[in-house]
């Protein structure tokens, strides 16, 4: 209103002005007219809730202009030429033939209709009926002046029409009719239902209103943050699916049903669901409704308000599994000394009576000496993965290259005849790292895909720097795995063959993520299975 008066009054002390010179100053003291078009713009925006003002830039393109032309119409005659008597006093006119003036002209009536769209737009969007009403009263209040300003001020000089610019003078028109929003609307004042509304727009929590018969009829923008769907795509319908997925009320499918169900329990509090967003991605939620009641007690609709817990629930999901996996490495390592010295008895003992009656044996006795030396060694390999597994890993580090790396871990696991291995690992760079832990790694992640080719196949080894890290890629043409098999490929005490504890890959992935590495694998039923183990070049810490 200050912008408003300002204008005004200068137009106002121009038209009197006794003389050229006073008026020349007049018109040039209202250089600042056009930062009223702009601080107009600014409310509308602010007034109307647009989230383009949380954009930066839109205050460089919003005040840049007002600047310029500003400067412009107080150092030249370019926006507007002297003022001439007129039979009412002292007006300035604008000089038809000035390519600046034009773009200043629409410039303005291009703020002008940008703030009336605003106000339209605004107006059909809300349902709160007093800021409809404050709406209807800002809106009128800025057209009467726009609309006066572009006949007097614009077309009636073009069309040669000598008559007095009203503009300035409706002006106040504006501003008795925000007084009047203010002091009937409360307009700036504090209001429960402004506070409400600001509560519901910026609530971290998802928020949903729904009428009587189930449409949902506003939501807030934490909701539309969580789901991914825009406003519209959520007003008018049925809020009933998402309640029946949630499975607190009734197993009707019907909204009405759930409605029903609502309204004889009256609340519901804290139902963990599963939601779906836009992109399909599924979430957790804590859902809570209840039925809402007007001042007489009338049934009105119903509030639900969903909780995000997504991530909650993963790091409770994290921290089972870690309890989980220190209690099986606890586990492991008591079960492996354990039974080390069993193991090592009936060694000693095989060995014993194998000495003692060795020229007594026939070929069936020495067959069962065989087994059980067999045995003993798969035993033991099971204990030292178990022994590895839960033991503190301390890294021995020494300088290797790719080339002898695979070698060594090829030298552990000989291939079967009907398989073909194409090693194409590189002699450099040189790896700072524990050459025997990653060996053994290697070495098991070879003979997995052994066992995934048991007709034939093609083992690929390659490997290649990237980012001060060796990647290595082991990829067979194997059976492949499925998604489920995939997931819990890492896991100990997962294992899909009829042999063994389940802790080979458990390890690996120990030994890698011990040198600050990482492994990962691909993997598709029927089109094998790609493993990808990344190591750091230059490993300075010597354990984890």
């Known amino acids: 209103m200050f912008g408003i008066g300002y204008w005004a009054f200068g137009q106002f002390m121009l038209t009197i002005s006794p003389t050229i010179s006073i008026a020349t100053f007049w018109g040039k003291a209202i250089f600042l007219w056009p930062f009223l078009m702009a601080l107009s713009l600014h409310f509308s925006l602010a007034f109307t809730e647009s989230d383009l003002l949380k954009n930066k830039l839109l205050y460089v393109a919003l005040y840049f202009p007002p600047v310029l032309f500003s400067l412009i119409d107080v150092t030249t005659y370019w926006i507007s030429l002297p003022p001439t008597l007129k039979s009412w006093g002292y007006t300035y006119s604008v000089p038809l033939y000035s390519w600046i003036s034009r773009i200043d002209g629409i410039w303005a009536a291009i703020i002008s209709l940008l703030m009336l769209f605003l ?115 959520l007003l008018g319908t049925s809020v009933g699916e998402m309640v029946q997925k949630a499975g607190v009320l009734s197993k009707g499918n019907t909204t009405p049903e759930i409605i029903a169900g609502l309204r004889k329990q009256r609340e519901v509090k ?140 090829l030298a552990f696991s000989s291939a079967p005849q009907n398989i073909v291995v194409l090693d194409k690992t590189c002699e450099a760079p040189t790896l700072e790292i524990d050459a025997g832990k990653i060996t053994r790694a290697f070495a098991n992640i070879i003979k997995n895909a052994f066992d995934a080719m048991p007709r034939c196949g093609i083992l690929t080894i390659n490997c290649a720097e990237e980012d ?30 009829a042999k063994g504890m389940g802790f080979g890959l458990a390890i690996c992935k120990r030994a890698v993520e011990s040198h600050t590495g990482e492994i990962s694998a691909e993997s598709q039923l029927n089109f094998g299975t790609t493993i990808k183990v990344k190591l750091p070049q230059n490993l300075r810490s010597s354990n984890t």
């Open 119 to 233: 106000f339209a737009s605004y107006y059909n969007r809300i349902i709160d009926k007093t800021r409809k009403q404050q709406t209807k009263f800002i809106a009128v209040a800025f057209a009467i002046p726009i609309f006066l300003d572009l006949v007097t001020d614009s077309l009636f000089p073009i069309m040669g029409i000598d008559f007095p610019g009203l503009g300035a003078i409706s002006a106040s028109f504006t501003s008795f009719l925000v007084v009047y929003a203010m002091l009937k609307y409360e307009l700036f004042g504090f209001r429960p239902e402004i506070a409400a509304e600001n509560v519901f727009s910026t609530m971290l929590d998802s928020l949903i209103l729904v009428n009587l018969r189930g449409v949902i009829v506003k939501v807030n923008r934490a909701l539309l943050e969580v789901t991914g769907y825009a406003e519209n795509e």
């Open 270 to 409: 804290n139902y963990e669901i599963k939601f779906h967003t836009k992109l399909g991605q599924e979430k957790s939620g804590m859902l809570s409704c209840s039925m809402v009641s007007d001042s007489k007690g009338q049934d009105v609709g119903m509030a639900f308000v969903l909780r995000d817990i997504t991530e909650r629930k993963e790091m409770e999901e994290k921290l089972i599994k870690s309890e989980r996996l220190a209690s099986i490495g606890e586990l492991a390592g008591i079960l492996g000394h354990d039974l080390r010295n069993p193991l090592n008895a009936i060694g000693v003992a095989a060995y014993y009576l194998k000495t003692k009656y060795a020229n007594v044996l026939d070929k069936k006795d020495e067959v069962m000496f065989e087994s059980i030396d067999s045995s003993i060694n798969y035993s033991n390999k099971i204990v030292n993965d178990l022994i590895d597994y839960s033991s503190e890993i301390r890294l021995d580090l020494e300088s290797v290259t790719p080339k002898s790396l695979v070698n060594n871990a």
């Open 468 to 497: 001060e890290m060796v990647v290595f890629t082991f990829k067979d043409t194997g059976e492949g795995m499925s998604k489920e098999t995939l997931d819990k490929l890492w896991l100990p005490l997962f294992t899909t063959k």
